[in-house]
Structures are given as C-alpha cells and as structure tokens.
Nanobody, 123 residues
Framework: QVQLVESGGGLVQPGGSLRLSCAASGNIFGINIMGWYRQRPGKQRELVATITTGGRTNYADSVKGRFTISRDNAKNTVYLQMNSLKPEDTAVYYC?????????????????WGQGTQVTVSS
C-alpha cells in the first residue's frame, strides 16, 4: 500500500511564512498530479494548489501570489511554501496524490490523502 505523510504545520503570526511537506511512500510506480487542499473551520475541503509531474501548476485565486507549490519527483515529495499568511488561511491542510502502486491485489491507480496538518494564523 501507499502512504502520504505531511509535516510543517503550526502556529504563525499574520504576515508570516510556513512550508509544508508531503512525502509519499510504498511500492510506487509513478505519481501523477500532486496537490494541497485545505478545510477551514465550518467549511468544505477546497483546492489550494496542484502540480503535474512536468511542473505545471494551478492555484486557487485566494492564494495566488502568496503560495508556491513545488515537487521533487526523485523524493516523491510535494511542498507548499506559504508566504504573507492571513488569519483566513487557518485550516487543516491535506496532501493529495494520484499514484500508480503495487497493492496486495496487483497494480492500482487511485487518489490518496494524507492525514492533514494544522495551520493556524493568529497574533
């Protein structure tokens, strides 16, 4: 099976920065799109940013110019650099990846989610 493990969340003051990381592990053949989503208090989970294997990126309007998504294909890791953080960025951030991997029932392709990491922006 496969696993996504996030790290880097925490408490930061408005205007500050954080960098999230998400590493995929397991019997992985390949990873397609990787992305970050977030769930703010009382809201549904929403897209933050995605990145393809080739490095093409897509951002939610609310984070354009402040957040940067990147990936290291050799390490099966995706990052989210968050600058100029605002209180409204407070949320649980989830990593997502579409992966082809070897399961107990053979090769599979599916989306996987990390466990989430809390980001709190507050003075």
């Amino acid at each position: 099976q496969v696993q996504l493990v996030e790290s880097g969340g925490g408490l930061v003051q408005p205007g500050g920065s954080l960098r999230l990381s998400c590493a995929a592990s397991g019997n992985i053949f390949g990873i397609n799109i990787m992305g970050w989503y977030r769930q703010r208090p009382g809201k549904q989970r929403e897209l933050v940013a995605t990145i393809t294997t080739g490095g093409r990126t897509n951002y939610a309007d609310s984070v354009k110019g402040r957040f940067t998504i990147s990936r290291d294909n050799a390490k099966n890791t995706v990052y989210l650099q968050m600058n100029s953080l605002k209180p409204e960025d407070t949320a649980v951030y989830y990593c997502n990846a579409n992966m082809t991997y070897l399961s107990t029932s053979g090769w599979r392709n599916s989306d996987s989610w990390g466990q989430g990491t809390q980001v709190t922006v507050s003075s």
